[in-house]
């Protein structure tokens, strides 16, 4: 997704006229802050301490074999003690090793350790919820962190510049990660190795997706063109050209039958066997920088401008507008029961809403810039959400999504 960069300026002021609803769930923190790595809790009266990044680019490797400015993969299991650190309880992220990346503990058991520097362009969790990708803006490599024992396990590195996207095939065995080097990478998550690199974009890799059977990537690209590829040969079977800009997203149907495509102020729905466009979608003008299918199929989600609309994805009409941001919609993802949908906007903001009801559950507030990516978890019971801000939160909402 083509979010604002990094030095540029420009997110409106809230609204004052709609108070949100503010969560009081207080979030799972990841800061950064070059030269060095900070991490706190939301609420935390001080800074944690840091320790000197001494990797200075993607291609040099701290002796703790951390890969400076990367996508980093963290392991979220033991995440239920979150809902009780309500006080400031993180330790000093602090090293007893010069060169050793910070490492925070938490009470309960908890250990977060902090991704590279940049800010977070997108997020994904693995289809069993242990392992959360985080895409870093400006960087060129993944990590895998094991969080629970508080080690960088192995470091990907085969990019060349900026990592955009990042998905996880349907058995968790895969890897995808689009970059602005124009390629797309097939990694092996547990052997740690780059299984293949697929070529023929010729710009900027926006978006990449995993068909439901895991045999089909797709890809979004700023060269205005869709690409679908064999998983398994990583040949390109099929090129689609929606002619209206750069293609922002890309998701597949969960039948797998068809795909939406986002791209400048169009939304369209293609087959996926024969490339023939199936459905054009009247947007009036606004730039579709997000788009979701419900779990179902029945519903495709697309943030438009500052709103929210849910399509009937058969007939191609509105069945209702979500409304509440002040600013631009970067990022939608429905829960697994479908029942919930959050957003994360450039008012700093991430939202949830009910789905059938169309209206704003609660807030939750801490970013202080863009929010560019937002994950449910499978069982729906933590929100990751990634922001310019450079930092990835955690946010527990228990058993509301069920």
Excluded at 141 to 162: C, E, K, P, Q, Y
Excluded at 376 to 390: C, E, M, T, V, Y
Aim: glycine share 12%.
């Amino acid at each position: 997704m083509n979010h604002d960069l990094p030095g540029e300026t420009g997110c409106s002021d809230k609204r004052t006229d709609f108070p949100p609803l503010v969560c009081s769930i207080r979030p799972l923190e990841w800061k950064f802050s070059p030269p060095t790595y900070r991490c706190r809790i939301a609420g935390h009266q001080g800074a944690g301490s840091g320790v000197p990044n001494t990797g200075t680019r993607a291609r040099k490797r701290t002796p703790s074999g951390v890969w400076a400015a990367s996508v980093a993969l963290l392991t979220v299991a033991g995440l239920t003690t979150m809902q009780q650190l309500t006080q400031p309880v993180l330790a000093q992220a602090a090293s007893d090793r010069p060169g050793q990346p910070a490492v925070a503990r938490l009470d309960g058991g908890v250990r977060i350790l902090p991704p590279q520097n940049g800010s977070v362009y997108s997020v994904a969790f693995s289809p069993d919820g242990r392992t959360l990708a985080a895409g870093i803006w400006g960087a060129e490599a993944i990590n895998l962190w094991d969080v629970t024992g508080g080690s960088v396990v192995r470091a990907f590195l085969g990019h060349t510049s900026s990592v955009r996207s990042v998905a996880f095939s349907p058995d968790g065995r895969t890897l995808a990660s689009g970059s602005d080097d124009n390629t797309i990478k097939l990694w092996d998550v547990a052997a740690g190795t780059e299984l293949r690199t697929l070529t023929g974009h010729t710009k900027f890799v926006e978006s990449v997706a995993f068909s439901p059977d895991g045999r089909t990537l797709a890809s979004g690209s700023d060269d205005e063109s869709i690409m679908l590829w064999d998983v398994a040969s990583g040949r390109a079977v099929r090129t689609l050209q929606p002619g209206a800009g750069v293609v922002q997203c890309v998701a597949f149907s969960p039948n797998g039958l068809s795909l939406a495509s986002g791209s400048g102020t169009s939304l369209k729905l293609w087959h996926v066997a024969t490339g023939m466009l199936l459905r054009t979608f009247q947007n009036q003008g606004e730039e579709v920088m997000s788009i979701a299918f419900s779990p179902d199929g029945s519903i495709l989600a697309a943030g438009n401008g500052n709103g929210i609309r849910l399509w009937d994805a058969a007939r191609g009409k509105v069945l209702r507008t979500l409304e509440g941001h002040t600013d631009r919609v970067n990022a939608i993802v429905f829960s697994a029961d479908g029942r919930t949908l959050a957003s994360g906007s450039n008012d700093h903001a991430v939202k949830l809403w009910d789905v059938a009801g169309g209206k704003a559950i609660r807030t939750l507030q801490g970013h202080t810039d863009l929010v560019s990516s937002v994950a449910f978890s499978p069982d729906g019971r933590i929100l990751a959400s990634g922001s310019r801000d450079r930092t990835l939160r955690l946010w527990n909402l228990g058993g509301e999504t069920k």
